[in-house]
């Protein structure tokens, strides 16, 4: 991204209007690549204006319908398996439903829902007459998938609901694709009851400075795809143009808007009530009713029950509530080998009974899922994990830290494993990261600083010494920017904890170095996967 000073490089563009406000005052801001994050003016392949008015972003480039372009398949069945961003997906409906009294009754409708998560928590946990709009695959997806009522037609272009008006329209991240937002905006004003309410997410202008996070002001921008990104003011100023007389524009966080908007004061009174604190409650709920369904209706758990299963997993995890994740883990576990390798065959050396059996063997099959994934990605140069499960290799993270939770002192055959997984953890992010595009880079580093974290403490357990040079990276500037720890802060937090661990068990002897157990599935699949 290249960010333009004022006596700069770009002239003012007068025959331009603010897309928020309709202001022709408008200057080059910033330029950007959509091959990544790149520093060069020569490389601008997306010019964004900023609007001195009202200080939107806007870009005019001529691109085909956002709409239009079909999603592919290999990252559909990434966005299954991830689920990502279902806990920001829910928080606007449950936390405005929480702020209202009874939903009976009531009508809810989501333009650009996507695979329909929402609509389906609308129905399934809120009581709602749910629908949604998605014109992308994702929708058709969505239906098969969920049960969901989704369909294609856009909203006053012939869709079924054109005559219908609903108590909440939803639309999160969708407005910052159209050209045209005010004429959508006045669409959803012309379906909302009287007393209903329109809630709108989308990225915040402001964020966009020199001083942001580069990575972070680069997806928020999103080059190609992103016609304005909206200020406060400018929302506001669209907003109440498109027919409604009443408005609550907030922050949810420095990189996003959320803006309610009524034709009467009782919704934005409720509104501004709503505390978005619940996220992960809401999550939760969702997650633990589809478990509940899903298990009723079959024995075999289907690729987005397993995705559904993993969110749950990692929710239990982060509570530290680790008989009910092993539970989870059971229920998991036949699918789970199933979808990882229909092939496959192994016994699990085991020692000490069921949870070490199936831990050892849950982590033995993520770490199988990551080195498909990384094969696949670098031989083939597939975009998104087309061959295996993506969820798997997170989810060894998160059966790494049940471990520690588990057992005290953990049994030698699982630090191996762990020690095994983690280390092509951290391998498979440096390459994530050598790939020099934004979203891997993002992804990379919220993967590589916990893994290095968890791996270091087990290397502790066993006795074993870190290899300073294979792990040099923790020095390096892009590591601690998100990790505010340098190699020596690890070293001396550790050292804490083991000493304080040696003096609740003096009588444990720690092994030498991690010996690899000769039957360790995983270090067997690794050897045969290097040759
Ligand atoms: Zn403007």
């Known amino acids: 991204m290249h960010f ?28 950007a690549s959509s091959k990544g994050m790149t520093a060069a003016f020569e490389d601008c392949e997306y010019l964004f204006h900023r609007c001195e008015d009202c200080r939107s972003l806007n870009e005019f480039s001529e ?51 996507g695979f329909g998560f929402v609509v389906d928590y609308a129905a399934k946990c809120r009581g709602f007459q749910a629908a949604g709009i998605e014109p992308g695959g994702y929708g058709r997806l969505g239906q098969q998938y969920l049960g969901a009522d989704i369909s294609a037609t856009l909203l006053g272009e012939g869709s079924h609901h054109d005559q219908e008006q609903f108590d909440i329209i939803f639309s999160s991240e969708v407005i910052e694709h159209i050209p045209t937002p005010k004429q959508f905006a006045a669409t959803v004003s012309r379906h909302i009851k009287s007393e209903g309410v329109a809630i709108f997410t989308t990225p915040n202008a402001e964020f966009i400075t020199p001083e942001s996070p580069a990575a972070e002001a680069y997806s928020a921008l999103f080059p190609g795809e992103h016609k304005i990104l909206f200020s406060a003011k400018g929302l506001s100023l669209l907003l109440s143009k498109a027919g409604f007389s009443h408005l609550a524009v907030k922050q949810r966080r420095s ?56 969110r749950l997993f990692k929710d239990f995890v982060n509570n ?13 576990r036949p699918s789970f080998r199933c979808e990882v390798d229909p092939g496959m065959s192994f016994t699990i050396p085991t020692q000490s009974g069921e949870r070490t059996e199936i831990l050892h063997e849950m982590l033995c099959l993520c770490g199988i899922c990551l080195l498909k994934e990384s094969i696949l990605s670098q ?21 790494t830290t049940v ?14 494993s762990a020690i095994n997984y983690l280390n092509t953890f951290i391998d498979y992010g440096m390459w ?35 290899d300073k040079k294979r792990y040099s990276f923790v020095e390096e500037p892009w590591f601690r920017v998100d990790h505010p720890v340098s190699y020596d802060e ?34 067997r699949v690794i050897e045969r996967l290097r040759k």
């Open 4 to 31: 333009i000073s004022h006596d700069g490089d770009g002239n003012s563009s007068h025959a331009l209007r603010c897309r928020a406000c309709g202001s022709s005052n408008l200057t080059p801001y910033v330029c």
């Open 63 to 113: 691109e085909g319908s956002f709409y239009e372009k079909e999603q592919d398949t290999p990252f559909m069945n990434y966005y299954i398996d991830i689920i990502a961003g279902l806990d920001e997906m829910l928080a606007p409906i449950g936390s405005y439903v929480d702020a209202s009294r009874s939903t009976e009754g009531k009508t809810f409708l989501e333009l650009g829902c």
């Open 255 to 310: 990189s996003n808007l959320i803006a309610y908007a009524a034709s009467s004061p009782g919704p934005i009174a409720l509104a501004e009530a709503a505390q978005s604190g619940n996220a992960t409650t809401y999550t939760r709920e969702y997650l633990a009713t589809y478990r509940h369904s899903a298990l009723s209706r079959t024995e075999k758990i289907s690729r987005l029950g397993l995705a559904m299963h993993y």
């Open 320 to 332: 530290g509530w680790a008989d009910q994740a092993i539970d989870l883990l059971l229920e998991m």
């Open 379 to 399: 031989d083939h140069h597939l975009p998104y994990p087309a061959g295996s499960i993506a969820f798997g290799k997170t989810m060894g993270f998160y059966i």
């Open 403 to 416: 471990i520690h939770q588990v057992f005290k002192p953990e049994p030698s055959t699982i630090i191996d």
């Open 432 to 466: 994530l990261r050598s790939s020099r595009r934004a979203d891997y880079h993002l992804e990379a580093i919220s993967l590589i600083g916990p893994a290095v974290a968890s791996l270091f403490l087990f290397l502790l357990k066993a006795g074993a010494a870190i």
């Open 490 to 523: 690890i070293q001396t937090h550790l050292n804490i904890n083991r000493k304080r661990q040696e003096q609740i068990q003096p009588q444990h002897p720690s092994p030498k170095s991690p010996q690899p157990h000769p039957n360790n599935p995983f270090r």
